[in-house]
């Protein structure tokens, strides 16, 4: 079944966008801090256990149900293997042996394979060379942005960066699987309590037999803290954003999240930190600018009328 959806994003798709940056922004963060005291897999469980219990709490207070229509069960367990266990699993693991920013430069890999992914699978969200290009600016922002601080790991801890690369595949494979839902009148809020219901029942025997939880020390008072807002903030809020988000404006713009992260760590640094903003970095934010506005279209169709407007009056 096609779903068709707005390839040009509203004012309020973009809003989202950034928040959503923000939020997933400090994903890493978080996990940083939970992995000094807490196995990669446990990790992974507490952040999708308490995150789906949090959203049926917040189902329950709003007197709503969770709407099973067919093939929802199966769509969901699908949905959770692609966006949640298999990326999350890698990540954890990835950062137990690689730095939070080298991480954060391969996430940015996401709408790469998000062009590629739903230009062969989907109907309406072809590659164009616009989008491509696009694309191609918004990594090359991000990459100049981090630096080249980085890049004499490029090479080292070699499984875990292609852990990384499977993650973001993972990620766009998700990101175009989800589109079902619109089609199957799934509410985002839904789609997110089922998503990480189905990742806490995969997650739970997982970490039963290879890490359990007997055998580990209890988790340090901070690790309970980013936890915790990695589950509230960092995943169910998000994923009620990121799904309504993929339901308005399809799934290559929703990944295109992982290019303003970089962005919103850095200004967030700035503000609140006080952090000195250096020219490489504005650079970087340029780039990713002219590649979001490339993706978008809206500005580069308006210079062409206007063009072709001129030369027709000449």
């Known amino acids: 079944m096609t779903t068709n959806v707005s390839r040009t994003m509203s004012a309020s798709d973009w809003a989202i966008l950034l928040l959503l940056s923000i939020l997933w922004g400090g994903s890493f963060f978080f996990i940083e801090i939970a992995l000094g005291s807490v196995t990669p897999l446990t990790v992974v469980l507490a952040r999708v256990g308490l995150a789906a219990a949090l959203l049926w709490v917040f189902l329950h207070v709003r007197g709503e149900r969770l709407s099973l229509p067919p093939g929802a069960a199966r769509?969901?367990?699908t949905l959770a293997l692609l966006n949640n266990v298999v990326p999350f699993a890698m990540f954890a693991f990835a950062q137990e042996a690689i730095p939070s920013g080298l991480a954060s430069i391969l996430n940015a890999t996401t709408p790469i394979w998000g062009?590629?992914?739903a230009h062969l699978f989907t109907a309406d969200e072809k590659a164009t060379p616009a989008k491509a290009a696009g694309v191609l600016l918004g990594f090359g922002g991000v990459a100049v942005m981090i630096g080249t601080d980085f890049l004499?790991?490029?090479g080292t801890g070699?499984?875990?960066?292609?852990?990384c690369l499977v993650a973001t595949l993972s990620y766009a494979l998700a990101g175009v699987y989800a589109r079902r839902f619109r089609a199957m009148?799934?509410?985002p809020v839904a789609v997110a309590t089922g998503q990480?219901?189905?990742?806490t029942l995969v997650m739970l025997p997982v970490v039963l037999i290879f890490e359990p939880p007997w055998r580990a020390a209890p988790p340090a008072p901070e690790a309970w803290a980013a936890l915790a807002g990695l589950a509230l903030f960092s995943t169910s809020l998000a994923y009620?954003?990121?799904?309504?988000l993929i339901a308005s404006a399809g799934a290559t713009n929703g990944l295109l999240v992982t290019f303003l992260i970089p962005i919103t760590a850095i200004l967030l640094g700035a503000l609140v930190l006080h952090e000195r903003l250096e020219p490489r970095q504005f650079l970087g934010m340029a780039l990713i600018g002219m590649g979001l506005v490339a993706i978008d279209g809206r500005l580069l169709r308006l210079g062409f009328l206007r063009r072709g407007?001129?030369?027709r009056s000449g």
């Not at 990480?196 to 990742?199: D, E, I, M, T």
Request: aromatic share 10%; hydrophobic share 60%.
């Open 75 to 77: 769509s969901f367990l």
């Open 115 to 117: 062009v590629i992914v």
């Open 152 to 154: 004499g790991q490029i």
């Open 158 to 163: 070699l499984l875990a960066q292609l852990a």
């Open 185 to 187: 009148g799934v509410k």
């Open 196 to 199: 990480l219901s189905a990742s």
């Open 240 to 244: 009620i954003l990121y799904f309504r």
């Open 309 to 311: 407007s001129l030369s």
